[in-house]
């Protein structure tokens, strides 16, 4: 099959919409990260992103709509909490869990009674729902376990050969998937954090819970509520290992570490930020510890970076876990398998 990558244009749109109602996939872009989308009323063509992506089927997608006016014939029920969270936070980053409607099909909640709604902020992704008429089931266009792709070359470089159109709206502005939010109950939980965050929410809703999840693996048998929840998840090749603590003791002890693995014969590379300095060891940038949400548009693309350059070992500075930090940190846990050091 031909990937071709096309600039987001009315015409781009109308092609990739095309597609959609066809029962294809799309690459399209979100604010979150790119997303790989089908027509989310088609089992068949859902079940085609499982394929691509190399993803169990055990793993719920989530559903995107274009207007809040989109949601009810997908929904048996919106409660209370769910409503103010859309008032408050739509078109945005945030993912709804909802009990569903007869017509999503069980491949999109995984067998599950309830789906993932999302109103993207992007403007390009509500473009290509709107003219393809279909609600758009849509994980991250990457192939399963991989870092999830924020630029259109990173789907290019998962994909190519497996879907017939990339939409290319430039590097997404968050970075990090979508905060999931399960909305059933009278107090909101939040199943994976993201740009939406725990004390934003209960500013809203006056109350929120984070899943014990959110920094642990699940355990054999638990059930996947949201995606993101697998253990070992946006993980480059190289060893990955997280260290937390005094900021001067954290570079002390990954220069250490980076050291030794030199020379082990490893190719060490630490993430780490701005201001902290590593002498002329390799570092790829998470940005300014004082502005966490770099860190956040920033790791997913450092990981691939990892890969890219073939390093073998990858030391982190941690992130401290509150607001969007508690999305580095999530992300940053599931890709090193929680290996995380307090020093």
Not at 210 to 226: A, C, N, Q
Not at 238 to 247: C, H, L, S, Y
Request: with cysteine.
């Amino acid at each position: 099959m031909l990937t071709q990558v096309k600039p987001v244009s009315p015409e781009a749109v109308e092609e990739a919409a095309r597609l959609i109602r066809a029962g294809d996939l799309v690459g399209m872009p979100t604010e979150t990260v790119y997303g790989l989308g089908a027509d989310a009323l088609n089992a068949q063509a859902v079940l085609k992103i499982f394929a691509a992506k190399g993803r169990p089927a055990d793993n719920p997608l989530i559903v995107h709509v274009s207007a809040l006016t989109e949601i009810p014939p997908l929904v048996r029920a919106i409660p209370e909490a769910a409503a103010r969270l859309m008032e408050a936070f739509w078109p945005g980053p945030m993912t709804l869990i909802l009990p569903k409607a007869d017509c999503i099909p069980d491949a999109v909640s995984a067998g599950l009674d309830t789906v993932g709604i999302r109103l993207p902020a992007s403007e390009a992704a509500r473009m290509l729902i709107r003219a393809s008429g279909r609600p758009i089931a849509a994980p991250s266009a990457n192939r399963s376990g991989k870092p999830s792709p924020t630029t259109a070359q990173h789907v290019f470089e998962d994909m190519n050969g497996r879907i017939p159109l990339i939409l290319d709206d430039g590097p997404c502005a968050v970075g990090v998937e979508s905060s999931v939010i399960d909305a059933t109950g009278d107090v909101p939980v939040v199943l994976r954090p993201g740009g939406i965050t725990p004390e934003m929410i209960r500013d809203v809703c006056g109350g929120v819970r984070v899943d014990e999840h959110v920094m642990r693996p699940l355990e054999e048998g638990e059930i996947v509520r949201s995606p993101g929840m697998k253990y070992r998840h946006y993980a480059p090749r190289a060893k990955t290992v997280i260290f937390e603590g005094e900021a001067q003791r954290v570079m002390e002890t990954i220069c250490a570490r980076y050291d030794a693995a030199e020379a082990a014969g490893e190719r060490p590379a630490i993430l780490g930020f701005d201001e902290h300095d590593f002498g002329a060891r390799t570092r790829i940038s998470l940005g300014s510890v004082r502005r966490p949400q770099e860190a956040a548009a920033r790791l997913f693309g450092a990981l691939r970076e990892l890969d890219a350059r073939g390093e073998t070992v990858a030391l982190c500075e941690a992130v401290e876990a509150t607001g969007i930090g508690l999305a580095v940190m999530n992300r940053m846990g599931r890709a090193a398998g929680f290996d995380i050091e307090r020093v």
